[in-house]
């Protein structure tokens, strides 16, 4: 059976094509192919990306604060209005329909969002590692046992790259920390109570081929699409 994973669309920037490719060849290895979704019309976008088997929240610039009730300050990135409007009705169609949800970096962000939880509009005072070159593990995570990431990953600790300057902060409600990095950032949130729904904070699609842990996590999750 034929796995189809919709996906936001980033971006038409030339730059960017290069970090869609990835998360495209991830999936592929894992055997399903990409949709791209059109944003312009948000409740169009949610009922395009429903007739998909799984939805991948990838990653991106900046959520506007004001969907966690603050005011921008100077380090925070412009707002991706297209996204910030469309991607909370996808994840909603995707939870209420219980389809399975993969959410990679910006992803993890909006999960936590649109679910009551808030972020760090800029983590540079925490001193967490910089970012660096996509392929480099930089540092280290450590992966609650229990969980459905510690299950994916079948180890405690992994080394990942970092390419972000926000974070989860107040964790909603309804979601669970599943990987922490050394200095406390959140890395790793689930919804237990659903069929498969997890954020990473790192970006495996970068790491996928050359580790199969990440690419594992890739693996597992089309493997939930097929159910």
């Known amino acids: 059976m034929s796995v189809t994973i919709a996906m936001p669309r980033m971006s038409t920037d030339p730059e960017l094509t290069t970090a869609q490719s990835k998360y495209v060849e991830s999936l592929a290895r894992a055997g399903a192919e990409v949709h791209w979704v059109e944003l312009s019309d948000p409740d169009a976008a949610a009922a395009e990306a429903l007739t998909c088997d799984g939805l991948l929240l990838p990653g991106g610039g900046d959520m506007d604060p004001a969907f966690y009730g603050q005011e921008r300050i100077p380090a925070c990135g412009e ?134 842990a990440q690419q594992g996590l890739f693996g597992a999750f089309v493997e939930a699409c097929r159910g």
């Open 79 to 212: 707002p991706n209005l297209l996204r910030d409007a469309a991607e909370p009705k996808l994840l909603r169609a995707f939870l209420a329909a219980d389809k399975p949800v993969l959410g990679i970096c910006r992803g993890i962000q909006v999960m936590n969002v649109v679910l009551g939880g808030t972020l760090y509009q800029d983590i540079k005072p925490f001193e967490h590692i910089p970012h660096n070159d996509h392929w480099a593990k930089v540092h280290t995570v450590t992966v609650r046992r229990g969980t459905l990431l510690s299950r994916l990953l079948g180890q405690d600790t992994v080394l990942v790259n970092s390419q972000h300057h926000q974070a989860a902060d107040r964790i909603a409600p309804e979601l669970e920390i599943a990987a922490l990095s050394e200095d406390g950032i959140v890395e790793g949130l689930e919804k237990p109570d659903t069929h498969f729904c997890l954020g990473v904070q790192w970006h495996p699609e970068w790491l996928s081929d050359a580790d199969p």
